[in-house]
């Protein structure tokens, strides 16, 4: 089992940064890949960026704007959020995923809002 601890959203103008922070707990041994996700009213839940061993990806949507990045001392990844613009309003979720005897599983954070007015 994996516990996520999310925090740093808020309200923002457009312009604006935020930094938001998940830290991971639990069974963090087994993870293989941590990101980020977001959704947005009406909207499926969409990839924003992961670390994977391969490197960093991220959504279209956010690359320049966005960094994800992590410590691992602290178990936490950071994603740095800049240029923010109103469609960047969403849930942002932090996710973990492990891979144990073949299989993945997902892990979730409890979510953190970001509006961004314009």
């Known amino acids: 089992q994996v516990q996520l601890a999310e925090s740093g959203g808020g309200l923002v103008q457009a312009g604006g940064s935020l930094r938001l922070s998940c830290a991971a707990s639990?069974?963090?041994?087994?993870?293989?890949?941590r990101g980020w996700y977001r959704q947005a009213p009406g909207k499926q839940r969409e990839l924003v960026a992961v670390?994977?061993?391969?490197?960093?990806n991220y959504a279209d949507s956010v690359r320049g704007r966005f960094t994800i990045s992590r410590d691992n001392a602290k178990n936490t990844v950071y994603l740095q959020l800049n240029s923010l613009i109103p469609e960047d309003t969403a849930v942002y979720y932090c996710?973990?995923?492990?891979?144990?005897?073949?299989?993945?599983?997902?892990?979730w954070g409890q979510g953190t809002q970001v509006t961004v007015s314009s």
């Open positions: 639990g069974s963090i041994f087994s993870i293989n890949v």
């Open positions: 996710n973990a995923r492990t891979l144990v005897g073949g299989a993945f599983e997902d892990y």
């Open positions: 670390f994977t061993s391969g490197g960093t």
